[in-house]
């Protein structure tokens, strides 16, 4: 068989400038996005000024426009919207920097009414957005200090009262790399607008909704001062917030990152915001950040206490991994020995086999199946059918026990759509049926009478036979 030609710039160079043209303008006639590239790459040749007009053109249109744009099109709107970036990245930045973060900031702007025309619940044209913000702050660091100095302004002007949060990430993606002083006076700006704000809700009658910036303004003072390096008025910032609100371990990192580590530890034990369900003060997080601090304290031995106590809690191999880290030499084998006997007798199987998949020790995660064989449900669609997977040829049984439970799950609740995974699943119970019979517990069927079982059960569901093969 003949192998197809590589495509790269030397052999496209190769041909001739007409042919090379000719098939440009046909690809341009069938591909929208790939037309305006082109004429975006035309208009450069003039220079910036001609890649800005075509570009603002386009920004124009997305602020002027208004109608709803059809599920069957959105792609292609999210498509076009990509293009334009592009264009900004590509074609003007490289030549005109601080014309390009003009567009940047002009283009980020339009969010709100994009988001009113397109049904974007899969996320993709927030995509757009994120990724002009991230390509905004790589611009800043090639802007001279005189342009840098005007970003704060020209943000403040297009988006100092939008509601979706993009102010606060476009603050967090340029401040880096903004002089000090630029820093210090777009921080004085905020507080004082801060300031302002709460003496006009303050008039407000108590029954009047009112939308208030002070909370996104809050988090991009905080952004600020951490580009200066001002710890203080971090803490002062956080410290205003409601308790449920104040990022705790954050702040407690930051900290101890600085060498105030007594400041640190009382942070870390703030409440701060709750896990439904869970015991915070045992989060694997927050508990690695505490031991690191009770450790630059000197308190090694309630390090390691607190280590072994959020294992036993949650099972987290990464916590485990760092409490025999800080063991002395040698010392690690019979501890790690007792902590893996101990995952087999937890109260929560998920927890135990989530661990032993981790660490990783296959013969102990299909231990902890076998042993739950009856816990297992299809309510972990997400998670089991990777585990049986990488289970399946060593350890027969346990795949066998949890491709079945997803099965039964999808038949008993009759769903449809997932039929064809269902298919899938009992074609991969008879390739295992012959390993996995002789190893499966007391009281589960094998493989025959499994199937006799499923036929009783669901034989009239013909949406799912007729995938079987």
């Known amino acids: 068989m003949a192998r197809k030609p590589s495509l790269s710039i030397e052999k496209l160079t190769e041909l001739p400038a007409q042919k090379l043209a000719q098939l440009v303008l046909d690809e341009a006639e069938r591909n929208v996005g790939f037309r305006r590239q082109v004429k975006a790459a035309l208009a450069a040749k003039s220079g910036p000024e001609g890649i800005a007009k075509l570009i603002d053109r386009r920004l124009s249109g997305l602020e002027r426009a208004k109608s709803f744009i059809d599920w069957d099109k959105a792609r292609a709107f999210r498509d076009d919207l990509q293009s334009l970036t592009d264009t900004i990245e590509a074609e003007l930045a ?29 996320g993709h044209v927030q995509d757009v957005y994120y990724l002009a913000i991230i390509s905004a702050g790589k611009l800043t660091a090639q802007l001279s200090a005189s342009e840098a100095a005007l970003l704060p302004d020209k943000i403040m002007a297009r988006l100092d009262e939008t509601t979706h949060g993009y102010l606060a990430d476009l603050t967090k993606a340029i401040a880096p790399h903004l002089p000090q002083s630029t820093l210090a006076r777009w921080d004085a ?14 008039k407000l009658s108590t029954d009047r909704w009112h939308y208030s910036m002070t909370s996104q303004w809050s988090k991009m003072r905080q952004t600020i001062a951490e580009a200066c390096g001002d710890i203080d008025l971090m803490i002062t910032l956080e410290s205003g917030k409601k308790p449920h609100m104040q990022d705790v371990q954050g702040m407690a990192g930051r900290l101890l990152a600085a060498g105030r580590a007594d400041e640190a530890l009382e942070w870390v034990r703030k409440p701060g915001s709750r896990v439904k369900g869970q015991d915070d003060a045992l989060s694997p997080n927050r508990v690695q950040i505490e031991a690191s601090i009770l450790e630059a304290l000197g308190d090694k031995s309630a390090a390691q206490a607190l280590r072994w ?16 880290k800080n063991l002395p030499d040698f010392y690690d084998i019979e501890p790690e020995t007792s902590a893996l006997q101990y995952g087999l007798s937890h109260q929560v199987p998920e927890l135990a086999l989530r661990f032993y998949l981790d660490w990783p020790r296959l013969d102990l995660a299909a231990q902890v199946i076998l042993q739950h064989h009856a816990h297992w449900g299809g309510g972990l669609w997400h998670s089991l059918p990777k585990t049986a997977e990488t289970l399946e040829h060593e350890h027969p049984a346990a795949a066998t026990i949890l491709y079945r439970a997803l099965l039964d799950d999808i038949l008993k609740a009759a769903r449809t759509k997932a039929y064809g995974h269902g298919a899938r699943y009992l074609g991969k119970l008879a390739l295992l049926a012959e390993a996995a019979d002789p190893f499966l517990p ?14 009783k059960n669901h034989g009239r569901k013909s949406g799912f036979w007729g995938r079987v093969g």
């Open 309 to 324: 106590q959020c294992f036993e809690s949650r099972l987290s191999a990464d916590i485990l991994h760092d409490y025999l």
């Open 442 to 455: 007391e009281g589960v069927m094998a493989h025959e009478a499994y199937m006799a079982e499923l036929r």
């Open 94 to 122: 490289p030549a005109a920097p601080d014309m390009a973060m003009d567009r940047f900031i002009r283009f980020i702007a339009t969010h709100e009414r994009v988001f009113e025309r397109v049904d974007d619940s899969s």
């Open 189 to 202: 700006e905020l507080d004082a607008a801060f300031a302002q704000r709460k003496l006009e809700e303050a």
